[in-house]
């Protein structure tokens, strides 16, 4: 095994250097992950609910300009880290395409490295690992789900759960939901129909599979509806949450009559038969490409005046939804930044697409572009403020539909004339903007973590990490981690000392209090 720490030259703080201790078996069950303790972080969100949100409160406005690297690791490859670490018994899993870390949250060492190299499928970006019991389960871009060994990332099982000579591929964090592992996939330039699948973790064996659009030419309907981000889940309720992507073809509906269910949606699943409790079109009919797979955060609270089980989903169409988590029904719905392609709402509360803005011949302008006024880049909601944080981008684009295409693919084209990467802070209970923070012309590609001691963490388009206050929005501390983020930032609490964990290229940094300022030990 290789043991070493990498630094980056222009680290000027000194590493935390620890002692490696030895691996302990890992017995992380399923139950942990709804209300995980401040020493682990254990799925792709932190809990189920989506919320990242943290209640650790050792670092604070007051001394967050004190933070220091504690280490670096690098991967030593092209690839960025996209993935959000899980951290379980002291130990931090990560991932690029084709690629496991296992390593000490401590000290930075490694303790075991897998690589499988894959040649087909996309490499566009990896986003973690999931955990039951003592194993990893990893998606590779080829469509494969691993088993491995967290101990020390051997293979138990690997089997396959997508056809990439049709065009899929996988990308997200697996969700463990009691004794089902859900994986998603991609694909949604190919004319492909999406799924969902539940996967049994002990053996690989699926155990349901629920389809978001019907079969392949199936006449006067579509395909797409890729379920490529991770979801959501409510022990309380047992059921499943799940954003789903874009129709194909992706810029032209004129053989794909109607609202095209179920894509460009939000989905209620029962985890243990894979049955569709509800569905809510966020973008019905979409020709935009506007998947609806951004994090769909649940929590509960009064809205209103009236106590509420609600969904909340920045859009990538531009819309901010409120949900009753329940049925499915809406609460509210509001743009939070520049939109121009909807007529209003209609009385179920989803946006009414307006004809003259389907992508033509001759061009149409619209706001937002393909990208999104959001896209994957994970949302934060602190119930102490009531604000719903979320990286933004506001833009206009111009949108061509090439019938020469044909109806296959994308069918069209858009440019983007132009846009700009602003943290906005949504007030849930209206969904109006408390405030704004612009982070550069181009946009930040990283997520955002809050904390109950009133921080928002996240990142600029210049390479920065960034802490704000979440009441204001104001800069408190930032530091260059010399490319950006294009993961979402987490917190944990290890030997009563809080610690923040951000990545940006092919670099893990871990970043701490000075001893002098981490006496106090908080409790989540």
């Known amino acids: 095994m290789n043991f070493r720490n990498y630094t980056l030259a222009f680290a000027t703080a000194a590493l935390l250097i620890g002692f490696f201790h030895p691996l302990i078996a890992q017995n992380l069950e399923p139950t942990t992950i709804a209300h995980p303790s401040p020493d682990t972080w254990p799925t792709y969100h932190g809990d189920y609910s989506g919320r990242r949100h943290s209640n650790l409160t050792q670092i604070t406005p007051q001394n967050v300009a004190n933070l220091t690297l504690a280490w670096a690791f690098q991967t030593n490859q092209t690839a960025a880290i996209k993935s959000t670490p899980l951290l379980v018994d002291g130990i931090l899993y990560f991932t690029v395409p084709d690629n496991i870390w296992a390593v000490d949250a401590r000290s930075g060492h490694m303790l075991w490295h897998y690589n499988k190299p894959t040649d087909d499928g996309d490499h566009i970006g990896q986003r973690g690992v999931a955990m039951y019991k003592g194993w990893l389960y990893f998606l590779t871009p080829n469509c494969h789900l691993i088993s491995l060994n967290a101990k020390d990332g051997s293979v138990r099982w690997d089997v396959t759960v997508a056809d990439v000579k049709k065009g899929y591929w996988t990308t997200m964090a697996p ?26 973790p002990e053996t690989g064996a ?59 949606s939000i989905v209620a699943l029962n985890p243990d038969t894979g049955k569709l409790v509800w569905g809510f079109s966020v973008s019905p009919h979409d020709t935009h490409d506007w998947d609806a797979v951004e994090t769909p955060v649940i929590a509960d609270g009064n809205f209103h005046g009236q106590p509420r089980k609600m969904l909340m989903q920045a859009s990538r169409n531009g819309y901010f939804f409120v949900l009753d988590r329940t049925n499915g029904k809406s609460l509210l719905t509001a743009p939070f930044g520049p939109v121009n392609w909807a007529l209003g709402l209609d009385k179920d509360g989803r946006p009414i697409p307006n004809p003259a803005k389907e992508p033509a011949p001759d061009g149409r302008l619209i706001a937002p ?54 943290i906005e802070a949504i007030d849930y209970q209206t969904g109006k903007l408390r405030w704004t923070h612009e982070v550069g012309q181009g946009g930040s590609g990283a997520g955002v973590l809050t904390t109950d001691s009133g921080l928002t963490i996240t990142g ?4 920065s990490v960034l802490a704000l206050d979440t009441s204001s929005g104001k800069t408190l501390w930032h530091a260059g981690m010399g490319a950006p983020m294009f993961s979402s930032p987490t917190t944990y609490e290890l030997d009563g000392r809080q610690y923040l964990l951000t990545s940006s290229g092919g670099v893990v940094f871990l970043w701490t209090l000075p001893e002098t300022h981490h006496k106090s030990v908080s409790v989540r």
């Not at 949604?188 to 129909?193: E, G, I, Q, S």
């Not at 030419?217 to 499943?240: A, F, I, R």
């Open 369 to 422: 572009d393909e990208g999104g006024l959001t896209n994957f880049r994970a949302p934060s909601f602190d119930p102490k403020t009531g604000l719903f944080i979320v990286d933004a981008h506001p833009s206009y684009s111009l949108y061509f539909a090439k019938p020469a295409d044909g109806y296959y693919g994308w069918a069209g084209a858009d440019y983007g004339l132009w846009g700009k990467g602003v």
């Open 206 to 264: 699926t155990q349901w599979q629920w389809d978001s659009t019907p079969p392949a030419q199936t006449p006067n309907s579509t395909t797409g509806g890729m379920t490529w981000m991770t979801g959501t889940y409510d022990p309380e309720l047992n059921l499943l949450y799940w954003g789903t992507g874009n129709p194909t073809p992706v810029l032209s509906g004129k053989t794909r009559p109607g609202d095209n269910f179920y894509t460009c």
């Open 175 to 200: 969700l463990v939901v009691n004794n089902h592992v859900i994986i998603g996939v991609s694909g949604d330039f190919d004319n492909l129909a999406g799924y969902l699948r539940s996967i049994d």
């Open 460 to 463: 600029d388009a210049h390479g």
